[in-house]
């Protein structure tokens, strides 16, 4: 059994009584990272509450050998998929892969991908891109994360002009010094 193993063991109860699911667990040298989530607001009473159980919990079995530093956090808005439960919940959002070597080469030599999840199962993940849906095994991604969209979309036919349509557009006016004070 894993560290992971055995502080998923000791954590989901005590998640499960603040309503709060289990997202990730990660081990990272002497860093214990135990990531929460739950559908309602996520706020730092609530982590700094599950913080405190987590630790004395941990504290009591001691599931790991030597010093470590606890974290408790939520996933955030752009999240690592990881699991086949991570992708599941991912069905609809906005997503950036890297795929393995081997799996990019299963893709016509792509190693990144962009796109929507729009399906997940226990096997793997269907990604629509620019190109049309890409099926993708779980075992071809070697990262995955939802991306976020900071602020509106743009509006059709608004924002900046690419510069071929500055230059291509009509003569900017200037103003000739030597004639500014003529009159037309």
Do not use: C, N, Q
Request: charged share 35%.
């Amino acid at each position: 059994m894993t560290v992971a193993d055995r502080v998923r063991d000791i954590v989901l109860p005590l998640l499960t009584e603040r309503e709060l699911d289990l997202y990730d667990i990660e081990v990272a040298g002497p860093v214990l990272k135990v990531v929460v989530d739950r559908p309602a607001d996520l706020d730092l009473d609530v982590l700094a509450d599950a913080t405190r159980a987590v630790s004395r919990a941990l504290d009591e079995a001691d599931p790991i050998a030597g010093a470590y530093t606890l974290e408790v956090s939520s996933p955030g808005l752009e999240r690592p998929l990881r699991t086949p439960r991570h992708f599941a919940r991912a069905v609809g959002e906005s997503v950036k892969v890297k795929l393995t070597f081997a799996g990019g080469a299963a893709h016509g030599g792509e190693r990144r991908l962009e796109g929507e999840v729009v399906a997940a199962d226990d096997d793997g993940v269907t990604v629509r891109t620019a190109d049309g849906d890409e099926r993708l095994a779980y075992d071809d991604i070697d990262r995955a994360r939802t991306v976020f969209a900071w602020g509106p979309p743009e509006k059709p036919g608004k924002g900046r002009r690419p510069a071929a349509a500055k230059a291509g557009g009509a003569p900017a006016t200037t103003i000739d010094d030597d004639k500014r004070d003529e009159k037309p």
